[in-house]
């Protein structure tokens, strides 16, 4: 008789709990409590939860709605901007549907543009990012719109958020985003305690699990119990396949990428994308005024609208060794002008550490499957 | 040892028998099923060669029916099997241009064949075999005739590189009355600058070989010479280079 292991049994109660976010935030709702919904790593948490509101990330993945949102917009843009528009246009996501406010940013050209059609669904503040993280001038721009926000919401919740209840919420992401980096971290040994299928998994879990206060400790102890499992000799990834690193645009619509790449017999080590461990590099500084340290942390996201995108770049490098990965692997969706140049600088950087790099532009259909599984195989062959 | 190495492209299936050097190679056509594509070549090769199945000690598949071909050993890239076919077939060849039937690929090899980079089209069939069959078919040429144009003639640009439009680009140069030898002759021409950019992206090591269907396209060769300002090489057997890199292959597993 097979033994179930015991990280299955964990991963088998994320999985069923992986839908729970609706209805929490359909409840929370039904309670009173503001719901906005955002989309970007750039939209400040400790600031909306400290306005009493719970922000929820907005369907953006998914295939379905995308024809629908071609009657307003061009096929020619990429899909995850087709998608966004597309679910809240058909009123197929949830988040969408119950929240009360979108907090965007000026990401790219085809988000800025699209989200002024969007906001006539939905009331919609647009945070205007600086085109640079460097210099004075960038940064007292994004401070405020770090303060615009902040009236923003307290006009439209009618609250008032004081930096005690800030600092709060900032110590709360902390710890957060921590427990989230020690998942991610599972993957620095060798082999990893689990596959990248499963860690992202839990990250969706986590992402779409509004009560922090239970998630926090819940997500620490999933992690040392993963952990004990892996120390008593619970095996789930060969010691021989290949540690990719996945790099490039949000791959939530994109997942057959990580697919492609663990069908074949490799092992996703690392996600430096949006919603992965990229973002939890830095911590926001507990020692300064929450707006100012808020200021900083947002400013350094390592977003390919920034020029230079010299965080990206830096922390990809050191993401490269620490991880000791074997190859990089970079995600483009179709149209994403800005991570499509950057490939260039990734490539040559990758090249520069003496590991292969390859590119794969792709959207949310499932038309090149067959092409990836190609594309993928010949580069982990190449290893 | 005696291995079989079968490549299911998308329009035609190669097989090569193998004990060291080429004994015999078999082409059909794919058709819907490539399973059973796989399966007939296969079976003609070990008729052909009076042989049963328990002679052959390995089989690798490669090309897109790798996978849906259950007779094999081990199911390999078409990536990895091109260059060490065209490796086996040239030992200099350093930078390998395959055009098949719905796809093209560059690949860069080291001195043992080995895949130092690569890079494919995207999923259009654009500057592939297909778009000169569609080309062909429009312009009522056989393919040998259309690839044998004279490279020298008359030539009208086309711009369209997606299959459906340059058709009707096509068809508005042949009713302002262009003739129909420059129009192959700007459409070979528009396969050749789409190969050479693509060339150009990963870096030409030389020597430059030039692999596939396509590759029997003599106009094209000389274009695409033309292009690069250098050498490029094709071979008789050039189609069997995936199927011959995967008999390869099976020889050492």
Redesign the interface.
């Known amino acids: 008789m097979k033994r179930v292991s015991r990280i299955d049994e964990l991963l088998a109660d994320v999985e069923a709990h992986l839908k729970d976010g609706v209805l929490q935030v359909k409840e929370a709702s039904e309670k009173g409590r503001p719901i906005v919904g955002t989309y970007c790593t750039f939209a400040p948490w400790e600031l909306i939860t400290a306005a009493g509101a719970i922000p929820a990330t907005l369907c953006a993945r998914g295939e379905d709605p995308i024809t629908a949102a071609e009657e307003h917009l061009p096929r020619n843009l990429c899909p995850l901007i087709k998608s966004s528009y597309g679910y809240a246009l058909t009123d197929k996501c949830p988040y969408f549907h119950f929240c009360d406010m979108v907090i965007a940013e000026s990401t790219c050209d085809g988000k800025k543009k699209m989200y002024e059609l969007m906001s006539r669904m939905k009331p919609l503040h647009l945070m205007m990012l600086p085109q640079t993280a460097e210099g004075d001038g960038s940064r007292s721009a994004w401070r405020a719109e770090l303060d615009r926000l902040k009236d923003g919401l307290e006009r439209a919740f009618d609250v008032s958020i004081d930096d005690g209840a800030i600092s709060e919420r900032i110590s709360l992401r902390n710890r957060e985003r921590l427990a989230l980096k020690s998942l991610w971290e599972l993957s620095m040994m060798d082999p990893p305690a689990i596959t990248g299928k499963e860690q992202y998994l839990i990250s969706e879990y986590c992402e779409f699990h509004f009560h922090k206060e239970e998630l926090v400790p819940w997500l620490e102890n999933l992690v040392s119990q993963i952990r004990e499992a892996y120390d008593l000799g619970e095996r789930r990834v060969g010691k021989d396949a290949p540690r990719i690193l996945i790099t490039g645009c949000p791959l939530g619509g994109a997942q057959k990428v990580i697919h492609a790449i663990e069908d074949a017999g490799a092992v996703v080590v690392c996600y430096e994308n949006c919603g992965g461990v990229k973002e939890l590099g830095f911590l926001v500084d507990e020692d300064r005024p929450p707006m100012e340290a808020l200021t900083d942390k947002y400013l350094n996201v390592g977003c390919s609208v920034m020029t230079p995108n010299t965080s990206r770049m830096d922390n990809l490098k050191n993401l490269i060794e620490s991880y000791n990965v074997d190859g990089v692997v970079e995600v483009v969706l179709q149209a994403c002008h800005t991570y499509a140049v950057e490939t260039y600088e990734v490539r040559e950087l990758v090249r520069s550490t003496g590991r292969?790099y390859m590119s794969v532009?792709t959207d949310y259909s499932k038309?090149?499957i067959?092409?990836l599984?190609?594309?993928i195989?010949?580069f982990l062959?190449?290893l | 040892m005696l291995t079989i190495g079968v490549d299911i492209g998308s329009v035609g299936t190669k097989a090569v028998l193998f004990d060291g050097d080429i004994v015999d190679r078999h082409l059909e056509p794919t058709g819907w099923n490539p399973s059973e594509a796989g399966h007939r070549a296969m079976e003609s090769l070990l008729k052909r060669n009076s042989l049963s199945p328990g002679r052959i000690d390995c089989v690798v598949s490669t090309g897109?029916g790798r996978?849906s071909f259950a007779e094999v050993d081990k199911a390999?890239?078409?990536?990895?099997c091109h260059a060490r076919g065209a490796h086996f077939m040239d030992p200099e060849v350093r930078t390998v241009l395959d055009i098949g039937g719905q796809?093209s690929k560059v690949i860069v090899l080291d001195d043992h064949g080995?895949?130092?980079?690569?890079m494919?089209n995207?999923?259009c069939a654009a500057g592939t075999g297909r778009f000169l069959q569609v080309m062909a078919t429009l312009l009522e040429y056989s393919i040998e005739e259309f690839g044998a144009v004279d490279p020298d003639g008359e030539m009208q640009k086309i711009s369209s590189m997606c299959t459906v439009f340059a058709e009707s680009e096509v068809v508005s140069h042949l009713a302002k009355g262009v003739s129909k030898n420059a129009v192959a002759l700007g459409l070979l021409e528009s396969v050749a600058v789409r190969a050479s950019s693509m060339l150009g992206r990963l870096g030409i090591k030389p020597v430059v070989g030039f692999t596939g269907g396509v590759s029997r396209c003599p106009s094209l060769v000389s274009l695409l010479e033309g292009q690069l300002n250098c050498d490029v090489r094709t071979y008789g057997d050039s189609h069997y280079a995936g199927a011959l890199g995967s008999a390869l292959i099976a020889s050492e597993l």
């Open positions: 292969p532009e038309s090149d067959g092409q599984a190609t594309r195989g010949a062959e190449m | 897109y996978k390999v890239t078409e990536i990895t796809d080995r895949v130092l980079d690569f494919m995207d999923k």
